[in-house]
């Protein structure tokens, strides 16, 4: 009977709502529960055993989670500079290209068709001592007459990563960069070039302040992404060697199936995306403030 009084709108989004709350909120609300318990995979009965915020506290004061912060917030920071600088060069590349643009747009979209599973896969195999094409390249041409252990090394494994993420999503800066240069409109930089500036005094003056907040939306969205990584590393190098290129989420994940401490895991899982949150918020209030500058200039 209450079933016939609800509306026909909310009839039909009635499926939705269900399958969301079956597939998101019950699995997230039982990772929070079990985030303070000591929960094991091997102990089950342990569910049931409440310890407040002991999980958090040893989180918080595990050196371990925030070595792996750190190196998370490396890789965030490296790989996003990286990714703005390539994707800002192949947007105003292909901005200026007069034939066949559409045809380099979809180019530039093709790495982003892999997933990342495959991209790990991918550079795993360049990046193999033994077989890799890098390596293979570099004493063919002179430059080595040894292998380099780009996976065995720790800081050639996270720098092994880092170029694969950049590689893999680099499109996504290009992309929206491209698409603000391709709405910005066009009477600014003619006045400025009016006006004498430079090439160099344009696009930092002008367009590059345009361009700002869709850099922003870019940061933000590959932020998230970077923040949680684990397809790529886990397929490269597992978090090793000796724990060097281990992340937040590898951590996780571990702390989870391989050691069997679910309750701990959620609870590092839960702190991590406090610490995303915050980053998320950092690049919002960066965007708002471009979008005002722009409205206040433009």
């Known amino acids: 009977m209450k079933l016939k009084k609800l509306s026909a709108p909310a009839l039909l989004l009635l499926p939705a709502f269900v399958v969301l709350a079956a597939v998101i909120v019950l699995p997230l609300l039982f990772s929070f529960y079990s985030s303070f318990t000591p929960f094991r995979l091997t102990k089950p009965e342990t569910l049931w055993i409440f310890v407040g915020l002991r999980n958090y506290a040893t989180v ?78 570099l004493q063919s041409l002179g430059l080595t007459d040894q292998a380099i252990p780009w996976l065995i090394d720790g800081n050639l494994a996270l720098l092994s990563i880092i170029i694969a993420e950049v590689w893999s999503s680099t499109a996504v800066f290009a992309i929206l960069i491209l698409a603000g240069l391709l709405a910005m409109p066009k009477d600014p930089v003619e006045a400025a070039h009016v006006d004498g500036c430079t090439p160099w005094q344009t696009f930092r003056y002008v367009t590059w302040p345009y361009l700002m907040p869709f850099a922003f939306i870019a940061m933000t969205i590959r932020s998230l992404d970077v923040a949680r990584a684990y397809d790529i590393v886990k397929i490269m190098t597992d978090g090793g060697p000796a724990k ?3 992340l937040l989420w590898t951590l996780v994940g571990r702390t989870a199936y391989a050691d069997a401490r679910m309750g701990l895991a959620n609870a590092m899982a839960y702190v991590a995306i406090l610490l995303s949150i ?21």
């Open 60 to 137: 918080l004061g595990n050196a371990e989670f925030w070595v792996a912060f750190g190196r998370t917030v490396l890789l965030l920071t490296v790989a996003l500079n990286a990714e703005m600088l390539l994707g800002l060069g192949l947007a105003l590349l292909v901005n200026k290209a007069t034939h066949g643009q559409r045809l380099l747009r979809t180019a530039m979209m093709f790495p982003m068709m892999f997933s990342p599973v495959l991209v790990g896969f991918q550079f795993k195999f360049l990046f193999n001592d033994n077989i890799g094409f890098v390596n293979n390249a």
């Open 244 to 246: 060097r290129t281990e």
């Open 278 to 298: 915050v980053f998320t918020v950092y690049f919002f209030r960066k965007l708002a403030a471009a979008r005002q500058q722009i409205g206040a200039e433009w």
